[in-house]
């Protein structure tokens, strides 16, 4: 199993440009979650999913969507680029059938500069 | 109000060291405890979890959590330079979503 895969692994964007950060992951786990990590800071939830079709919103979620059309694959669209969504983002993924809900799978991480 | 303090270091030992890492929460609704472990440019991993009060033990590493100081701590024995990484405290919610509430992290280097 490649576990959670995110793509791409940098990108420097333009304020107010648009792009989709990719997330994938192959172990059948029901719930989906995103997370940014600014330096010497934790993780703050962004948006998660516990199943597809189904989405909610997490701590930060301004300037964010998100979509969960396959169990597979979580995108984080990011809408009108701002220097403060400079950030590193994990996507992360639980809860496989008869398992623990609280032991999160994480993605290498997308990180992303905006000028 | 949910929040989860934690001191981020730096935190420098020799090789051998005992090392004791903590936090503080403010939730007494929080159930589930758990450390990540994050090495440099990748994406944490759980080290291990514990579910209210108590201890548990896992090779060199103790996770215990009381409840009553609403206290978390890491400690990890003959610490080894592979230690070096930063240690996230995580809670969660109290939600059956999974959705956890994380530290800032303590940087963690082991030095030979």
């Known amino acids: 199993n490649a576990g959670v895969t995110q793509t791409p692994k940098f990108r420097i964007l333009k304020i107010g440009q648009s792009m989709t950060l990719q997330c994938t992951q192959d172990?059948?786990?029901?719930?989906m979650y995103w997370y940014r990590q600014d330096p010497g800071m934790g993780l703050k939830l962004i948006y998660y999913s516990v199943g597809a079709g189904i989405t909610d919103k997490g701590e930060v979620p301004n300037g964010y969507n998100v979509s969960r059309s396959t169990t597979e694959d979580f995108p984080l669209r990011l809408e009108l680029a701002a220097p403060s969504q400079t950030s590193v983002y994990f996507c992360a993924s639980s809860y496989p059938l008869g398992g623990d809900p609280y032991e999160q799978y994480f993605g290498p991480g997308t990180r992303l500069t905006v000028t | 109000q949910k929040e989860v303090e934690q001191d981020p270091g730096p935190l420098s030992v020799p090789e051998g060291a005992i090392v004791s890492l903590n936090c503080t929460y403010s939730?007494?609704?929080?159930?589930?405890f758990m450390w990540y472990r994050q090495y440099s440019r990748k994406g944490p991993e759980l080290l291990m979890y514990t579910y209210s009060s108590g201890n548990k033990e896992d090779g060199r590493f103790t996770a215990q959590v009381d409840k009553s100081s609403k206290y978390i701590s890491l400690f990890i024995r003959d610490s080894q330079p592979s230690d070096s990484a930063t240690y996230l405290c995580a809670d969660d919610y109290g939600g059956s979503q999974g959705n956890l509430i994380f530290g800032k992290g303590t940087k963690l280097s082991v030095k030979p």
């Open positions: 939730n007494s609704a929080f159930q589930y």
């Open positions: 172990m059948n786990h029901n719930y």
